[in-house]
């Protein structure tokens, strides 16, 4: 722990970027939200999306941690066919990090880790140069020491049977037969109805390509017949080789990723929920013996070739000489609307059939692995139905991982660029948008509906669904808590007063740091029913709302409560996402403080919000961020488990731990064992907090901080900012 006086802090070197650091964060909130802005300018700051885009584009870039954009990616992509690289060279270049220089173990040194496209890099501190790269799928001792085994969870078809007796659903060699996606009207007696064990249950997410017809020359219906058969073909080889029965590893400390010999997710999905479920290793040899003398080869080809195999040929020919894996493709049932369900016009049994589906399409999602169709990933996620299904796909789909199609592409691109990855990056920043859209509209009862969806850049064919496509927004539209570097941070961050005028603080260079193992130094306490901190649904149906604006205070304190009862005085520190969040939970908190209370038996005296924020395109109600010193016996630090385990929550947890103040932390969005005791520090060894003495009357940041200078000039008072 280091000492610093304030004499010292305020000579110190870096207050000469004081005013810069205050005001990054004022200009870019400022270039984001400009009035007058042309109404076809690139991120027009009149929709959520382009208020994003702008303020993103203002504050100082960082590698890896950006949020994506849809007007951002429009960008790039306009700058990438300006560079004019033929395809054959853009391959070429993608492969770069792929064929670069690989160490055998990581190197020493403080690092920072990211990952993207399969590949594990290792940046230097400071400065971030790569200094290792590392394909996950190759054998690697570092990161084979941290995987353990983990099989794809089984699709819960047992679950939801009795919900989905309803369900229709086309069999893969069905589709293969057709060589195309027949209305349901043609297709009744070849669906199967309902969802079974030992069947793969793929829920198609798609736009249509004609207001008549999804699929007008068949294109889609030969990528997913295609897409299936190949990644059939992958999990028997994968079975084959690593065995039936032997589960993948996976490396938890590095984001979930598998290590060694694994399939893709759709592989592995159909591994354990197919084949160990109708073969044994005796009846799995035959298979994978055709798989092989067919060759990986061929099926690829033909995979990159399917938008060619009209009618389906190719592929028919090719299953004729797998006469044992044949009998598997009817244990791959698709859902896909245009098959699925009646079309209009409707009969009225078809009509109540229709509504019915629609009121479970999220129970579909969930007992299916979804498989999206994209070719213009702006239009599909413009379109209120596609993002929907986008959205569902991450909550629903095992692993939060979505396939992903290219629908001008081949049904199998080579190289290792995984177009999964980059729908469910995109996915998720896209929810960070729409969250701040609804709680402007809900909570702050800023605008209609209506303009909320026109602010989010949703289209949708028949304004008569918007009121089913707003609810489903509101029951999907929590955000797993996302930070970057960018994020701006307003409102209260509460520091732990030591008496006699001192504080303890977050050291400047403080870095927020994950052990090795993944297991944080924490003890469970017990459970806490806390969702509703984060349930904006249940927030207007208890009549909140109508009781007019919600108290947006950053801070507060019960002096009364201070010398009431035995049990020790409690502050309660929420970490939210942006400020409606914030205002959201800490609501909730002043509700129900009791229940935390009785559980933990303090008092709770006092509370106080911080919004770390990575897109502030909603409301800002405050605006603005301070410190302040805090008196109390016990800390909870509350808010979703992302956001308490890591930066801001991490800080604070860290420096409280320092100060020999027990620290608890409550996760919203955990339903059980989400109340917890801070027991240790995951980096003992590295300084991250100052005991600051002579504490003055703290300077406020009107516009607050972005997080990349939170630490470094939080506590900079006294310096103007022009």
Known sequence: MLSIPPEKLRRHPRLLHVERAS?????????????????????????????????????????F???????????????????????????????????????????????????????????????GEITGRF??????????????PQDMRPQPTMSLRQHLTESRWLPLDELIGLARFPPMREAASRLARGVFPGRHHVFVSHRWLDVEQPDPDGTQARLVAWHLFAALCEAVRVAHRRGLHTPRRVAHAAMNMPVGMAGSDMAECLLVGVLRETLNDATLAPVAHEVERVGVDAI????????????????????????????????????????CVPQAPRTPEEQALFRRTLQSLSLLQFAARTLVLLDDVGDYLSRAWCSLEATTSLVHTMGGVPDVLLTGGPARPSGPTTHAESLRG???DRQLVIWRGLLDTELFRLQTREECVHRLGLSMADPGDLPHLYDSMLSLAV???????????????????????????????????????????????????AWGGLNLRGYLEEGHADAGAPDVTPYWHTPGRDAVGTAPTCHVAVVAECEGEAVLIASWIRRHHAELERLLRVRVVSGS?????????????????????????????????????NDVGQALCRVLYEARLPV???????????????????APNAPHSALLSGWGTGHEHPAGLLYLHLYEHLLQWGAPVR
């Not at 030591?498 to 297991?519: F, H, T």
């Open 300 to 339: 690829e080809r033909g995979a990159a070739e399917a938008c060619d195999d009209v009618g389906l040929r190719r592929l028919s020919s090719l299953l004729d000489a797998l006469p044992s894996l044949r009998p598997l493709l009817e244990r791959v049932h698709l859902w896909y609307d245009y098959s």
């Open 426 to 428: 995109l996915v998720q």
């Open 65 to 127: 941690l950006g949020v994506e954009t849809l007007a951002g990616l429009a960008v790039r992509e306009r700058r990438t066919q300006r560079a004019g690289l033929p395809p054959d060279l853009a391959r070429l270049a993608e492969q770069h990090d792929f064929l670069a220089h690989r160490r055998l173990v990581v190197p020493d040194g403080q690092s920072r880790f990211g990952i993207e496209r399969g590949l594990l890099y290792v940046m230097a501190e400071p400065g």
């Open 609 to 645: 919000w911080t919004a770390v924020d990575p897109i502030p395109v909603g409301h800002l109600p405050h605006g603005r961020l301070r410190a302040q010193p805090v008196r109390a016996d016990v800390w909870v630090v509350a808010g979703k488990s992302g956001l308490v385990a």
């Open 664 to 682: 608890l932390t409550v996760s919203l969005d955990l339903a059980a064992e989400n109340v917890k005791q801070v027991i240790g520090d995951v």
């Open 135 to 148: 394909p996950l799928a190759v054998p690697n001792r570092t990161l084979d020491a941290i995987a353990k």
């Open 23 to 63: 005001e990054a964060a004022a200009k870019a909130l400022a270039y984001a939200r400009r009035e007058g802005a042309d109404a076809g300018e690139e991120g027009n700051p009149r929709t959520y999306d382009g208020i994003a885009h702008r303020y993103l584009s203002a504050c100082p870039q960082v590698p």
């Open 479 to 529: 955000p797993n808590g996302r930070t970057s570097l960018q994020a701006l941070v307003t409102g209260v961050v509460p520091l732990p007063d030591m008496g006699e005028g001192g504080v303890l603080i977050p050291a400047p260079d403080y870095k927020g740091s994950q052990p090795i193992g993944g297991k944080l130094p924490v003890k469970v306490i017990g459970s806490l029913d």
